[in-house]
């Protein structure tokens, strides 16, 4: 949590004024980098509260989300009631926020770690210690790239150590799985192996079942579907919606061997909105 609060602190000092609101997506498109930013915060912000409420014993409520078809809702809400809030003031929360995130964990015994929190956004609840990693790669990865587009940066997640980046896609497996989607998928049973070469590379699984499934790090027996990529930066790309998985297939950036319409599939199965 340390480096990636250092990496966002660097990131964050480098704009300038006029910067905040600057498109995050091409042809002028999408969020600007403050609202961005109040998403981000926002999210962080309501993590955090559900896990200190759970490790209170408190009940655990996100005022607009009570089912998972509110988030889209939720998002926008959050960022209109963040819009009054100098991109200053947001930056310190956050960068505050992580350091007080990253000391809370120290202190925690592995069965507060293992404590369920309530997410209606997600297909069932997230543990603390899973909470904490969805605190990592929601900000270096799924958005990393988008807040660093407004100013032609390259995103978050190359300044990370290769330590980090691989820790941080584990993190993201385990984010995923819960964001599958169960009344998409119906009965479908299947799992994905990933291999990713190179440097912050490894091996991943998605399974995607009744239940929920589970994702997380090292290869789930008889796969569905192997999907190949020459590098982190790669699949970090298509998990922030920067690059088109077709494209990359195109492009051979990314190589699948096995039921590839599961493949294509995927990303309706798995969005969280």
């Not at 966002?8 to 980098?33: C, K, M, Y």
Request: proline share 6%; with cysteine; charged share 15%.
């Amino acid at each position: 949590m340390g480096e990636l609060r250092s990496v966002a602190a660097h990131f964050f000092d480098s704009i300038r004024v006029e910067d905040w609101d600057r498109h995050t997506e091409p042809n002028q498109s999408g969020w600007i980098l403050r609202e961005t930013l109040a998403h981000v915060t926002a999210i962080a912000e309501g993590w955090h509260a559900g896990v200190c409420n759970t490790l209170n014993a408190r009940p655990v409520s996100y005022d607009g989300l009570i089912v998972r078809t509110d988030l889209p809702h939720f998002n926008e809400k959050s960022i209109l009631d963040r819009q009054a809030i100098p991109p200053a003031v947001m930056v310190e929360k956050l960068l505050n926020l992580l350091a007080e995130i990253a000391d809370q964990v120290a202190g925690l015994s592995n069965a507060q770690l293992n404590l369920s929190v309530p997410c209606p956004a997600y297909n069932r609840p997230l543990t603390i210690a899973e909470i904490v990693g969805c605190q990592m790669a929601h900000l270096g990865i799924v958005h990393g790239a988008q807040l660093a587009n407004a100013v032609s940066a390259k995103p978050l997640w190359t300044y990370c150590s290769p330590a980090l980046l691989n820790h941080m896609l584990t993190y993201l497996f385990h984010q995923v799985s819960h964001s599958y989607w169960v009344e998409r998928g119906g009965n479908l049973r299947a799992s994905i192996n990933f291999y990713v070469s190179g440097v912050g590379g490894g091996r991943w699984h998605l399974t995607l079942a009744p239940d929920g499934g589970e994702g997380g790090a090292g290869w789930a027996k008889s796969p569905a579907l192997i999907v190949w990529s020459p590098n982190a930066h790669i699949l970090c790309s298509i998990f922030a919606q920067q690059l088109r998985p077709l494209r990359a297939i195109f492009t051979g950036r990314l190589l699948g061997i096995g039921n590839l319409r599961l493949g294509f599939r995927l990303p309706g199965l798995v969005n969280p909105t």
